[in-house]
């Protein structure tokens, strides 16, 4: 198993780092939030996790072991794979996954794109004894009657600095965020999360029309 890489970040795309690692290309498959922390031509470590398949070999990256562990406990609930998983994560930090499992939030869960609300009640019963109890901040809003906001806190700086990293300039991305922000006040209004992958791919669209 390949547990990290480190070395010069070498490109970036929406969900994919390439990361130099002894004058090899290692393709990296992100969440939005592993992402938003690198940096082209800076020197970047990132915790994996080696997916193997018969006709492939996957690399995923995460930003600390926390992510990488959640990640491969997630598959070992029936129906979810790699993709999916990390799409969880993509939505909801460890811990905030942690805080759903821990009080059966199913919204939480369908917030997240290929889960529904009979694929969230069982992930729920699945879970509950594996994930764990919430670690960090989340921990102390377990019991609360939080609402959106207080499981996918900063979406908006999360999306900014996923641009920024990708290489546009803040005023760039300021303005590409505020052009998706109707989109995510809808997900937010229904009672689910911002689903950040999407409005990353959103507001990519958007600057690319400006261009």
């Known amino acids: 198993m390949i547990a990290f890489v480190s ?14 690692v002894g004058g090899v290309g290692m393709a990296v498959h992100c ?13 970047a470590r990132l915790a994996t996790s080696l997916v193997v398949r018969e006709d492939s070999l996957t690399l995923y990256g995460f930003a600390d072991d926390d992510e990488r562990q959640v990640f491969e406990l997630l ?14 994560l993509a939505v909801h930090s ?3 996954l942690r805080t759903a499992v821990a009080t059966g939030d199913e919204k939480a869960l369908t917030a997240v794109p290929g889960i529904g609300k009979k694929g969230a009640q069982k992930l729920l019963l699945e879970l509950k004894d594996r994930l764990g109890e919430p ?7 377990a019991g609360r009657a939080g609402g959106p906001a207080a499981a996918e806190p900063g979406w908006r700086e999360q999306l900014h600095a996923a641009l920024v990293g990708l ?24 009672g689910g999360r911002a689903p950040v992958p999407q409005l990353l791919r959103a507001a990519l669209q ?3 029309r400006a261009r």
């Open 7 to 20: 070395g010069a970040v070498a490109a970036l795309t929406p969900d994919t780092a390439v990361i130099e």
């Open 31 to 43: 969440t939005p939030g592993a992402l938003a922390r690198l940096r082209v031509g800076e020197q």
């Open 75 to 88: 598959q070992t609930a029936s129906g979810v794979g790699p993709r999916l998983a990390q799409a969880m």
């Open 94 to 96: 460890p811990d905030a």
């Open 135 to 141: 670690v960090g901040a989340a921990a102390a809003g």
């Open 167 to 190: 290489g546009y300039a803040p005023r760039e991305a300021e303005d590409a965020v505020a052009a998706v922000a109707p989109q995510a006040e809808a997900a937010l209004a229904d």
């Open 206 to 208: 958007t600057l690319n």
